[in-house]
């Protein structure tokens, strides 16, 4: 019982005094927004470099194929470095101000590593649609820009949607690593809250639930959006 009351008191501590679970609802505020810009940015980066590198195969435009070896070299970076290293470089490198906004940081930096990953994700959706569908689009005279934009990547998305949607997830937990910057994210408050307590251990307990929870969110809402893309291939 006496461990019991210890284990009940220290959690206590962590949360109700001096009102410290607003630290976490700060620190989480700007975990979910700052993981939100990234997505976006993200997305718009892999969808756009994998367009590049799919069109670059099948045609003889030269500054397409010079785009295509760039992107080639940007997933390769990104994919080949740690996530660290470069939060430290671009935040050392280009957001040197201190007035800088951390959740432009965070959103740049994530979602350009997000995005390395998402172009990989989507050439390969695009890449599984059968060559016939651009065929098809081309012979009812739309563009190949028009095609890849109402044929192919609709139905690119239904065949990533499950790794895009764990990409998404894993996006979220990294976002952890930002506070090596002093930017005040959910385990950035942890940590501070530990340092109130003399007891870091609680406040990173309460912060690992509290991702468990957004990913189990995640995921939940993932499966809900496949079923209803099953039932509409269905109908």
Known sequence: MEKLREIYESFYNALIPEQRYLAYLDGLKMTLLISFFAVI?????????????V??????????KILAKICSIYITVFRGTPLMVQLMIIYYMIFTSRNTNPIVVGAVC???????????IVRAGIESVDYGQMEAGRSLGFTGLQTMR????????????????????????????????AINDLTKMAG????????????YIIAACVYLVIVL????????????????DHN
């Open 41 to 53: 940015l993200g997305v718009i980066i892999g969808i756009v470099v994998a367009t590049v590198r």
């Open 110 to 120: 994530f979602g350009l590593n997000s995005g390395a990953y998402v172009a990989e």
């Open 217 to 232: 969110i995640l995921s939940k809402l993932l499966s809900i959006f496949e079923r209803r893309l099953a039932k509409s």
């Open 192 to 203: 501070f809250v530990g340092t109130r307590t003399f007891d870091p251990l609680p406040p």
């Open 150 to 181: 109402y044929i192919i990547l609709p139905q690119a998305v239904k065949n990533i949607l499950p790794a895009l949607g764990n990409e998404f997830i894993v996006l979220v937990k990294e976002t952890s690593v930002i506070s090596v910057i």
């Open 55 to 64: 069109s670059a195969k099948s045609s003889k435009n030269v500054i397409l």
